[in-house]
Nanobody, 121 residues
Framework: QVQLVESGGGLVQAGGSLRLSCAAS?????MGWFRQAPGKERELIAA????????FYADSVKGRFTISRDNVKNTVYLQMNSLKPEDTALYYC?????????????????WGQGTQVTVSS
């Protein structure tokens, strides 16, 4: 069983930046960042395969967010720039046993507890 611990969330003004980290207790395959705003479904915003050579971004964050990983540290990052109030949500890290780039919620095997990101206008 792999445990995931997110960090780096907080309150930031619109236009600001945050960097989320997700530390895994062991080796993982593909990883992703999801978010869920109140009253909305959880959505995938970024994903990365095991090697880091393939990535996916939701249209809503493309060009502003960057996902990366360090397999030595078993950590995945989400650099978030040009933040908007609509980015406010609980951000979750997820990991899979598969090494592929995964875009479906059901394909992920492990989930973190989430870290809150709040963007003020």
């Amino acid at each position: 069983q792999v445990q995931l611990v997110e960090s780096g969330g907080g309150l930031v003004q619109a236009g600001g930046s945050l960097r989320l980290s997700c530390a895994a207790s062991g080796r993982t395959g593909g990883m992703g960042w999801f978010r869920q705003a109140p009253g909305k479904e959880r959505e995938l915003i970024a994903a990365i395969n095991w090697s880091g050579g393939s990535t996916f971004y939701a249209d809503s964050v493309k060009g502003r967010f960057t996902i990366s990983r360090d397999n030595v540290k078993n950590t995945v990052y989400l650099q978030m720039n040009s933040l908007k109030p609509e980015d406010t949500a609980l951000y979750y890290c997820a990991a899979a046993k598969s090494i592929q780039l995964l875009v479906l919620t059901t394909e992920y095997d492990y989930w973190g507890q989430g870290t809150q990101v709040t963007v003020s206008s």
